[in-house]
C-alpha cells in the first residue's frame, strides 16, 4: 500500500465492525471530500473490507448502495473494479435552500461542534505535528489559493481542516472533522445574493492557523481555527436570515 493509500486508509478506519450503514457513511466521506479522485479505482473487495474491519459480504452491501446513488460504477473483466464516478456539484440554489431551511439553533449547535473540534484539533497539531504534516497542511492553503471552481475551493479547505486533525494525531478527532466537513463544508462555500465568499481572507486565516501551528504556538493555533471557523458559521446565519427576510417581503 503507498503513503496515499495508507493515509486514505486511517480515515476510513469505522469505530464499529460489521455495519454496512457505517461503511457507506465513510465511502461517502472519502469520496465527496475527494480523497478518492473522479475515475479513481478503489482497493480491491479483500482489501477494503480489511481496511474497514468487516465481513466482505459487507463490503459489497456497502458497494451496492453506493453504485445505487451513483457515486460509484462497478466494470467487468480483466481491467474491472468499483470507479469513482464524476462529482456532479450542487447548484447553488439548492444549497441556499438548504441553508434557509436550517434553523439558527442548527447553525448555532454546528458552530458550537466545530468550533470545539478544531480548536482541539489546533492546538495538538502545534504540539504534536511533524515536518511531514506541516508540508501537507502548506500544500493545503497553497491549493486554496490557486483553486478555481467552487468545489476545488471547498475540498481544498476540507482538506486543509481534516490535515489539522491528521496532525493532531487523533483518529477520533478526524473522524469528527470529516463528518462536519461532509454536513456543511459544501454550504460554506456557496455564493448568496449580496454575500460572496471571500476566498482571499479564507486563504490568509489558513496560513495563519498553518503558522501557528509550525511555531508551536497551540493557544494562537487554537484561536485562530476557532475563530475561523465560527465566522464561516455566523455567515451563513446572516445568508439565512437574509434569505427568509427576503421571502417574507
Not at 19 to 43: M, N, S
Not at 164 to 189: D, F, P, Y
Request: glycine share 6%; proline share 2%; with cysteine.
Amino acid at each position: 500500500m503507498n503513503d496515499t493509500s495508507a493515509s486514505t486508509a486511517s480515515f476510513m478506519r469505522l469505530r464499529q465492525e460489521g455495519r454496512t450503514e457505517e461503511v457507506v457513511r465513510r465511502l461517502i466521506e472519502v469520496i465527496d471530500l475527494g480523497l478518492f479522485a473522479e475515475g479513481e479505482q478503489l482497493p480491491s473487495e479483500t482489501e477494503l473490507s480489511m481496511q474497514f474491519g468487516v465481513a466482505t459480504v459487507t463490503l459489497r452491501e456497502a458497494l451496492a448502495l453506493l453504485r445505487e446513488r451513483g457515486l460509484i460504477e462497478t466494470r467487468r473483466g480483466r481491467n474491472g473494479g468499483s470507479f469513482v464516478c464524476p462529482y456532479v456539484e450542487m447548484p447553488a440554489k439548492h444549497l441556499l435552500t438548504r441553508i434557509q431551511e436550517m434553523s439558527a439553533l442548527e447553525l448555532r449547535d454546528f458552530a458550537d461542534e466545530h468550533s470545539a473540534i478544531s480548536g482541539a484539533a489546533a492546538r495538538l497539531a502545534a504540539r504534536r505535528a511533524s515536518p511531514q504534516h506541516l508540508d501537507r497542511l502548506q500544500h493545503y492553503v497553497d491549493a486554496l489559493v490557486t483553486a478555481e471552481s467552487r468545489t476545488e475551493r471547498r475540498r481544498a479547505d476540507a482538506r486543509f481542516h481534516i490535515e489539522i486533525a491528521v496532525a493532531a494525531q487523533s483518529v477520533r478527532l478526524t473522524h469528527a472533522e470529516m463528518n462536519l466537513q461532509t454536513q456543511i463544508g459544501e454550504l460554506l462555500w456557496v455564493d448568496a445574493p449580496n454575500d460572496l465568499v471571500n476566498a482571499t481572507t479564507i486563504c490568509t486565516e489558513h496560513q495563519a492557523i498553518a503558522d501557528a501551528i509550525g511555531a508551536g504556538d497551540s493557544t494562537l493555533a487554537g484561536a485562530l481555527a476557532e475563530a475561523h471557523v465560527n465566522r464561516g458559521v455566523k455567515r451563513l446565519i446572516d445568508i439565512r436570515l437574509s434569505l427568509v427576510a427576503s421571502e417574507i417581503a
